[in-house]
C-alpha cells in the first residue's frame, strides 16, 4: 500500500489525545492509494516505529489491554530515570565532598557519587565518562551530544553564534529568558537573568536544580514530571508580577529539530505558552481587590508580551510564517560546533549554514553584526549579508541563501544568479536540456528555452546485453526517454494530456513485484534442494 501527503489533524485539545511515554500523542492523516484516508493517533516526539512504536487508528476501540500495554511502555521509558529532586541531590552530594574529579553515568544522568552506583553502571554497560569541577558551571562540556538524527540529535552553537544571540537577547531588555532546546544559550546567559531551561534530554536533571530545568516535550506541551508544569507556571507568573515604568519582555529562544512539523511546535508550545500566560495574569488579577482586578489584568496584558527567536531553516520561511505570521526573518547564519556541514567552516557547506532565526522582534532593534561579514541596508532599515543588493523594483534585500539574487522581469521577483527564465514551464530556473518541471508535468517540450544552445543528442546509445537499455550520461536521459522527446511511440506507453509517458514510469512498478516474486521463487527452490540433499545423507 502506497501512501501520500501526511497532514496534522488539529481536532480539539491535544492533551485528551491517547498517551504514549512521550506525551500526548497527535492525530495524522495519510492519503492511501485509491483517494481514501485514513486518520490514527502516533507519538508527536518520534516517527520512527523502533523509538516509538505507538499506532492507533481513530475509530480503534481503545481495550484494557491496549491500557496495560501503554502503561508497561511508560514503565519501561521512566526506568532509571528518578524524580528531579532526587537526581538533582547527587548533584549537590558532590559538591559537599569538595572533590575535583568525579564520574557521569551517561545513561542516567546523574554522578556516581557511591561506588555501588558506579559498579551498578558499569555491570549495565552505561557510558560513563570522568569530569572536573569546573565542567559542572556549563553542563554542555559535560553531556556527549547524541548524533541519531532519527531520534535526539543535539547540535550547539558555536562560539560567534552564542555571542550574536545574546547580543539580541540583551537588546530586549528582557527580565526573563525561556530556554527551549538551547542549552548553550541558558547556560551562558548572566546569573541576573531570570532563566528556564525545557529539553527532551532528560540527563540536564542531573547537573541544574529544579527551578532551572524542567525535561518537557516541545511538540505537544508535556511536562514528564507533574512538578514541570507548576514550575513553568510560577515562572511566567514572576515574570507578569515584575514591575517597573518599562515595559517588559518575557523572551523565549527555541531551536527545534530541523525535521519538526512548524504546525507542531507552534500549538505545541508557542501557543500553549501564551494562553498558560493569559491564565496566569488572570490568576495575578484575582488576587487583587475587586476594584482593582480589571484594571490589574489589563495592566498585566498589556506589560507582557512574548518575544520570540526561533531557530530554523530558511527553506521552511513559507511554512513558520504560514502558522505564525508575525514572525519574520533575519538573515544572520547560525552555525554549530559538531555539524560538518552546518559549522560555516571551509568543509561546510558552499554558502555557509542555511540555519536562520525568526523573531517577531522588530529587525530594525536588533544589532548589525558587521565583524562577521554583515552590513545595515538603509532601505530596509535592518542588516543584511554583505552580498546582498538591495532590489529597487521588490524593495527588499533578497538573498536568502548566501549567494546574489538577480530581479525576473518576467517572473515579477528575485531569484537566484545562476538561474534563467524558462518559457516553457514560465518559471526561472537552472540551465539544462530539458526542462525538469516540463518533464515532471509531462510536458512536451523538445529543447528548454533557458538555454537553446544546447541541442538535444538524438543519436542511440549502445544497448547492453540482455536487452536493458545503457543510461547515457552525456546529456542524462534513456534511449525510451529520448523516444517519447521525440513523440516517436516505439514502446507502448499510456497517453496522458497527449503526452506519451515514459515506459520506466510505467513498468518500473510491474518490474519491482516481478523481481521481488523472482527472488522468493529462486530462495525456496534452493530451500527444497537443500532439503533433499539432507534427506539422502541420512539415508
Not at 96 to 114: S, Y
Not at 264 to 270: F, V
Not at 343 to 354: F, L, V
Not at 389 to 414: A, F, L, T
Request: hydrophobic share 25%; net charge positive; charged share 25%.
Amino acid at each position: 500500500m502506497f501512501y501520500g501527503k501526511t497532514e496534522i489533524i488539529f481536532d480539539g485539545d491535544i492533551s485528551q489525545n491517547p498517551r504514549c511515554p512521550h506525551g500526548p500523542t497527535v492525530l495524522f492523516q495519510d492519503e492511501v492509494q485509491g483517494g481514501r484516508k485514513r486518520q490514527y493517533y502516533a507519538c508527536a516526539a518520534y516517527r520512527d516505529k523502533k523509538v516509538c512504536d505507538f499506532h492507533l487508528d481513530r475509530e480503534e476501540k481503545i481495550t484494557q489491554g491496549k491500557k496495560f500495554k501503554w502503561e508497561q511502555k511508560l514503565k519501561e521509558f521512566l526506568e532509571r530515570k528518578d524524580e528531579h529532586p532526587k537526581t538533582y541531590s547527587y548533584f549537590k552530594a558532590f559538591l559537599a565532598t569538595g572533590k575535583t574529579n568525579g564520574k557521569f553515568c551517561q545513561h542516567c544522568g546523574k554522578i556516581l557519587v557511591h561506588p555501588e552506583s558506579l559498579s551498578q553502571c558499569l555491570s549495565l554497560r552505561h557510558p560513563v565518562t570522568e569530569f572536573n569541577a569546573d565542567q559542572l558551571k556549563k553542563p554542555v562540556s559535560l553531556l556527549q551530544a547524541k548524533t541519531e538524527n532519527k531520534k535526539e540529535a543535539q547540535y550547539f552553537f558555536t562560539e560567534e553564534s552564542t555571542k550574536y544571540l545574546l547580543d539580541c537577547i540583551r537588546s530586549t531588555e528582557s527580565t526573563h529568558v525561556l530556554c527551549i532546546g538551547c542549552p548553550t544559550i541558558f547556560q551562558n546567559l548572566p546569573k541576573s537573568t531570570n532563566k528556564l531551561l525545557l529539553d527532551l534530554d532528560h540527563r540536564y536533571q542531573g547537573l541544574l536544580s529544579p527551578d532551572e530545568f524542567v525535561w518537557y516535550n516541545m511538540m505537544n506541551f508535556h511536562c514528564f514530571h507533574p512538578q514541570g508544569e507548576t514550575i513553568l507556571r510560577n515562572f511566567i507568573s514572576s515574570a507578569l508580577r515584575e514591575n517597573g515604568g518599562s515595559r517588559q519582555r518575557f523572551v523565549v529562544v527555541l531551536d527545534p529539530p530541523f525535521g519538526g512539523r512548524p504546525e507542531l511546535i507552534q500549538s505545541g508550545t508557542l501557543q500553549p505558552l501564551q494562553d498558560l500566560a493569559r491564565k496566569c495574569s488572570q490568576d495575578l488579577a484575582r488576587k487583587c481587590s475587586q476594584d482593582l482586578a480589571g484594571n490589574w489584568e489589563e495592566d498585566l496584558t498589556a506589560k507582557f508580551n512574548l518575544g520570540v527567536f526561533w531557530i530554523f531553516p530558511y527553506f521552511q520561511e513559507k511554512k513558520i510564517q504560514a502558522v505564525n505570521g508575525d514572525l519574520k526573518m533575519a538573515k544572520y547564519r547560525v552555525n554549530y560546533t559538531n555539524h560538518k556541514e552546518y559549522s560555516g567552516s571551509e568543509e561546510g557547506r558552499k554558502y555557509g549554514s542555511p540555519i536562520r532565526f525568526f523573531t517577531n522582534v522588530e529587525l530594525s532593534s536588533l544589532p548589525t553584526p558587521e565583524e562577521f561579514g554583515y552590513k545595515h541596508c538603509t532601505h530596509c532599515n535592518h542588516f543584511v549579508a554583505s552580498i546582498d543588493q538591495h532590489c529597487d523594483i521588490c524593495n527588499v534585500c533578497p538573498s536568502k541563501d548566501g549567494r546574489p539574487y538577480v530581479h525576473c522581469p518576467v517572473c515579477h521577483r528575485c531569484v537566484k544568479s545562476t538561474y534563467n527564465h524558462c518559457h516553457v514551464c514560465h518559471r526561472c530556473h537552472l540551465p539544462q536540456e530539458s526542462c525538469p518541471y516540463a518533464q515532471a508535468r509531462h510536458m512536451s517540450s523538445e529543447k528548454c528555452h533557458v538555454n537553446k544552445d544546447i541541442p538535444i543528442k538524438n543519436e542511440k546509445s549502445k544497448e547492453k546485453k540482455g536487452g536493458k537499455r545503457k543510461f547515457s550520461e552525456e546529456n542524462g536521459t534513456n534511449d525510451t526517454t529520448r523516444l517519447v522527446q521525440n513523440g516517436t511511440n516505439h514502446n507502448k506507453c499510456p497517453v496522458q494530456n497527449g503526452t506519451k509517458l515514459k515506459k520506466s514510469h510505467y513498468h518500473s512498478k510491474k518490474h519491482m513485484k516481478r523481481g521481488i516474486e523472482n527472488i522468493f521463487r529462486v530462495s525456496e527452490i534452493n530451500f527444497k534442494k537443500s532439503k533433499k540433499r539432507k534427506f539422502k545423507n541420512t539415508r
